[in-house]
């Protein structure tokens, strides 16, 4: 089974940044689509960015022009750079596969707290 590992969280104010970072027990270089989600309190998990490949990639509309996905096939490693942060962002952010099919088992994630 694949375990994924997220980190990278932590407190920042609005307007700051914050570059997640996501790895697997597999090695991610070896997974073609991954994807970034999101869960704050008392709502459900959404989907935040997927790439796919190494170059195709899509976003929230919620997220776009603020955050992007990458990946470090060498590492390997897929990253979530968020910039200009808002409040709203703050969540409990998870990688796993895109939604399509079955995900692999949840990692715990990583917390991030935006202040205002």
């Known amino acids: 089974q694949v375990q994924l590992v997220e980190s990278g969280g932590g407190l920042v104010q609005a307007g700051g940044f914050l570059r997640l970072s996501c790895t697997a027990s597999?090695?991610?270089?070896?997974?073609?689509?991954m994807a970034w989600y999101r869960q704050a309190p008392g709502k459900q998990r959404e989907l935040v960015a997927t790439i796919t490949g190494g170059t195709t990639t899509n976003y929230a509309d919620s997220v776009k022009g603020r955050f992007t996905i990458s990946r470090d096939n060498v590492k390997p490693v897929v990253y979530l750079q968020m910039n200009s942060l808002k409040p709203e962002d703050t969540a409990v952010y998870y990688c796993?596969?895109?939604?399509?099919?079955?995900?692999?088992?949840w990692g715990q994630g990583t917390q991030v707290t935006v202040s205002s």
């Open positions: 597999r090695g991610i270089s070896k997974i073609f689509s």
């Open positions: 796993n596969s895109p939604p399509v099919g079955t995900p692999y088992p």
